[in-house]
């Protein structure tokens, strides 16, 4: 497996692996009206459907993308400042680490995740933030994540669902 900054060129693989993680990994404890609005958020690009220059790598983090043989089978995205939706006080924040569906619980998620904690230590962040989905929540206890609240995530106008706001020091 190869972990690697994003590039433009990664965009429709990344869509791809968030609609079939958020569909297939979550889809069981969510509502098909949460689910439908979760995977309209990957479509964050201008109006011609082109990636912009912060879909591709964010002036304030990065994302990166695992590779298994070529084929993009997830994707990270983390943040150097705390993200105004957590409620604990916290350097940064993790935005996002979905993994294809085929190889969930291959150590893909793993290697994503250490490698935005390593990238928020060399960015001199002390601490990270993030909301869990309710299937993802095990995945960051088992990384260290603490729980610090249930609470709920706007995916919408007037979608929201459970999520889990969790936090850990680096």
Not at 48 to 67: F, I, K, L, M, S
Not at 74 to 92: A, I, K, N, Q, T
Not at 95 to 113: F, M, N, T, W
Request: glycine residues 10%.
């Amino acid at each position: 497996m190869n972990v690697r900054p994003t590039t433009a060129a990664d965009r429709e693989a990344i869509i791809d692996v968030h609609e079939r993680s958020v569909y297939e990994l979550a889809g069981e404890h969510y509502r098909e009206a949460v689910l439908d609005a979760w995977t309209d958020l990957s479509q964050g690009d201008d109006s011609d459907g082109e990636a912009t220059e912060d879909d591709v790598q964010p002036e304030n983090g990065r994302r990166y993308v695992a590779e298994v043989e070529g084929r993009v089978v997830g994707f990270s995205d983390v943040r150097f400042d705390p993200p105004e939706y957590l409620e604990e006080p916290v350097d940064g924040g993790v935005r996002a680490v979905y993994v294809d569906p085929d190889v969930a619980g291959e150590g893909v998620g793993s290697s994503l995740l250490a490698t935005l904690e390593t990238t928020a230590r060399e960015n001199g962040l002390g601490s990270l933030g993030l909301l869990a989905s309710l299937n993802a929540r095990g995945f960051y206890e088992h990384h260290g994540y603490e729980i610090v609240a249930e609470t709920t995530f706007q995916y919408g106008e007037d979608i929201e669902g459970p999520a889990v706001e969790m936090r850990t020091d680096l």
